[in-house]
């Protein structure tokens, strides 16, 4: 059995929704798209670091001067409050060329745990630019790959939701 129900007004209106609707989707497309080209930035200025490091990357003994835990609390869409925790660590070091460096590097717990105020631990830094300091030779090289697939993901998601608005608006032509 099907049943319809419709009035000159209902079906006047309802066309005028969907003759917008393909351009709804055309704008959640470039939304993700361009938090996709965003990832990318962040990758591609993630990636240069991790090749300065790679290239550059020198040893060199620092002392743990300070730790911290920052606590950030926030309520979500449904209004439950939500508790985020960082863990930096200050970190003080001499380059080679006698430069004194502070550095404030944000670290896992557990990485935090391990690691006392007056500790001694190794880092590597890029003498051209002594701030940038990693605890491992391929450390920094970790995000690089997330960014890339995060964005292409996001790319995917976005061209995809382009294509289907793309459809939708060649058939919505089509039955007219």
Do not use: C
Request: hydrophobic share 50%; aromatic share 8%; glycine share 10%.
């Amino acid at each position: 059995m099907r049943i319809s129900i419709s009035s000159d007004q209902n079906t006047e209106a309802g066309k005028k929704v969907a003759a917008l609707l393909p351009f709804f989707l055309y704008a959640f497309a470039a939304v993700f798209l361009l938090v996709a080209a965003g990832l990318l930035l962040l990758g591609r200025s993630a990636a240069a670091d991790a090749r300065l490091l790679a290239a550059e990357g020198v040893p060199v003994a620092a002392t743990v001067t300070d730790r911290t835990i920052t606590e950030t609390r926030s309520r979500d869409s449904n209004d439950r409050l939500r508790t985020t925790t960082s863990y930096r660590i200050t970190l003080t070091f001499a380059t080679a060329a006698g430069e004194t460096v502070t550095v404030d590097h944000p670290v896992s717990k557990a990485r935090f745990d391990g690691l006392a105020d007056g500790q001694i631990t190794e880092v590597f830094y890029a003498p051209s630019r002594p701030t940038l300091v990693s605890f491992e030779r391929g450390d920094a090289e970790a995000g690089v790959g997330f960014f890339g697939v995060m964005a292409a993901i996001f790319g995917l998601v976005g061209l995809g939701i382009g294509w289907l608005g793309l459809t939708l608006r060649r058939r919505m032509a089509a039955a007219a």
